[in-house]
């Protein structure tokens, strides 16, 4: 079992940049696969990037390609996505999940891959 909390989310300009946590408590996290999501009001859930659990292995939605990065730091439990460039599109509510994973450079981009997920952390770009 795994909590997850995010934070780091608010407004900011189109242009601007913010850069979201998410805090791990319970198992190793260093055993788990994190993923970042978010939901735009009125629609469905989308992928952004997800990281292994070594860190070794990322992958992202093209549209946020060369802006967004994502980071782990094991030791302090927490996962980092920082973006830049953000535009009114990334608007959305932002969802840190996880996944125990045995290989150590698997992602997932499917949301009903992920075990776990946190409250999520809300981002508006404003024109």
């Known amino acids: 079992q795994v909590q997850l909390v995010e934070s780091g989310g608010g407004l900011v300009q189109a242009g601007g940049s913010l850069r979201l946590s998410c805090v791990a408590s319970g198992r190793s996290f260093s055993d788990y696969t994190m993923g970042w999501f978010r939901q735009a009001p009125g629609k469905e859930r989308e992928f952004v990037f997800a990281?292994?659990?070594?860190?070794?292995?990322?992958s992202n939605k093209d549209s946020v390609k060369g802006r967004f990065t994502i980071s782990r730091d094991n030791a302090k439990n927490t996962v980092y996505l920082q973006m830049n460039s953000l535009k009114p599109e990334d608007t959305g509510v932002y969802y840190c999940?996880?996944?125990?994973?045995?290989?150590?450079?698997?992602?997932?981009?499917?949301?009903?891959?992920?075990?776990?997920w946190g409250q999520g952390t809300q981002v508006t770009v404003s024109a």
């Open positions: 990281i292994s659990r070594s860190g070794t292995s990322t």
């Open positions: 999940a996880a996944r125990n994973q045995v290989a150590s450079n698997i992602v997932y981009v499917r949301g009903n891959d992920y075990d776990y």
